[in-house]
């Protein structure tokens, strides 16, 4: 696969958001209440926060029922995909670029010294920890479990607990040891 075909870590795809009519999809339901509370907090005025409780009250139904815990508030770039939302945990403070991925089971936690940010294109495996005040590149993949505990280069790929990080083809550092 060359650059060109690849996901944009900088320009969002709106269409990974939007609920597909007839289809059972709470994550992208849960992402739309998160686009409403945004876009009525954006207009101001009286009505617009009014019609955010509104929002606020959808977000709970669709967090409940996806078993997320994903503030309304967070720092979230257009087009995240999260195909089974089922207890994907995100830090308030988290950062996440545009079109990520979240698998089932995801924690973005914080600590005393912040939370993480994903850049852009980020794919985060299945029941992957990403823990504290760490930097995950542009196009970069997070393996299933893994538990990552520093930074990421760009188009890295970080897997085990701790995570190593293997490093694409090309550099002369193959695999660096977490930590």
Known sequence: MNNTDQVSATIPDWS???PERGEWQPGRELMRTIRGYEKARAQGG???????RLWVLAHRFWSSVA???IPINTEIGGGLAMPHPNGIVIHADAKIGPNCLLFQQVTLGGNE????TLIGH????AGAKILGKV???AHAKIGANSVVLSDVPEGATAVGIPAKIILPKGDQERVREDG
């Open 122 to 125: 980020v794919d985060v495996g």
């Open 46 to 52: 009286l009505s617009s926060l009014l019609i955010s």
């Open 113 to 116: 010294h912040g939370a993480p």
């Open 67 to 69: 078993g997320t815990d």
């Open 135 to 137: 930097t995950i590149g």
């Open 16 to 18: 990974r958001e939007v």
